[in-house]
């Protein structure tokens, strides 16, 4: 168990709203990470971050930000959320020194923008 | 040729038998990689490293071909609990020499029949 959770689980909103996920973690890990899931597509890095507000993009970071103002806590926020950010959400931390090591997952988020 | 591919399958494999997989990349730099298994709905979880000389984990052996840029995956007595997506992931590199994070092939789904 890699101690990570994420909150919500399940979320149902509306075009053009805010949206704002959580990753926890109780390791106190350097890096963590957000990814996008999708048919088709597989995981794809949306953010990542190497400590307190340290984060850099990822390959589809478009329509997303996040922060890092705790070691345990790394939020996605979605300023209008669109039908194409309906998504499964997943945060992963990596014990290790570098973004090319292993990494552990969240349990994941489940996002429908209607 | 795309970063990682892997055959999306399904397998179809009675239990009891053994099965195989590859995964080919294109980073000739990349220097780890790995093995995630991911069940219906569920998040990704490390499978196994795979290292340059090969190796085992119980039923599980993970073989590494750098000079034709693949993986494979070998499952032994398969189990109908081994019914996952296994998930290839190859660490991407800059130019320069460093790790730039991970890569996630789409998967290959695998069902094991009784």
């Known amino acids: 168990d890699a101690g990570i959770t994420q909150s919500p689980r399940h979320k149902v909103t509306e075009t053009g709203t805010p949206v704002t996920l959580r990753c926890h973690q109780t390791?106190?890990?350097?890096?963590m990470y957000w990814y996008r899931q999708d048919p088709g597509h597989g995981l794809r890095l949306i953010h990542y971050s190497y400590g307190v507000k340290d984060t850099d993009k990822g390959e589809v970071s478009d329509g997303y930000s996040v922060s890092r103002s705790k070691t345990e806590d790394f939020l996605l926020t979605l300023e209008s959320a669109t039908s194409s950010q309906t998504s499964v959400y997943f945060c992963?931390?990596?014990?290790?020194?570098?973004?090319?090591?292993?990494?552990?997952f969240g349990p994941g988020t489940r996002l429908l923008v209607l | 040729r795309k970063e990682v591919e892997q055959d999306p399958g399904p397998f179809n494999v009675p239990e009891g038998a053994t099965v195989a997989f590859n995964c080919t990349y294109s980073n000739s730099a990349s220097q780890s990689f790995f093995w995630y298994r991911q069940d219906c709905r569920k998040e990704p979880k490390l499978l196994m490293s795979v290292y340059s000389s090969g190796n085992e984990d119980g039923r599980f052996t993970a073989q590494l071909n750098r000079a034709s840029q693949y993986i494979s995956l070998l499952i032994r007595d398969s189990k109908l609990s081994d019914s996952a997506t296994y998930l290839c992931v190859v660490n991407r590199m800059y130019s320069g020499g460093g790790a730039d994070g991970l890569t996630f092939g789409k998967g290959t789904h695998l069902i094991i029949q009784p």
């Open positions: 390791e106190n890990h350097r890096y």
């Open positions: 992963a931390i990596s014990p290790g020194h570098g973004v090319g090591e292993t990494q552990y």
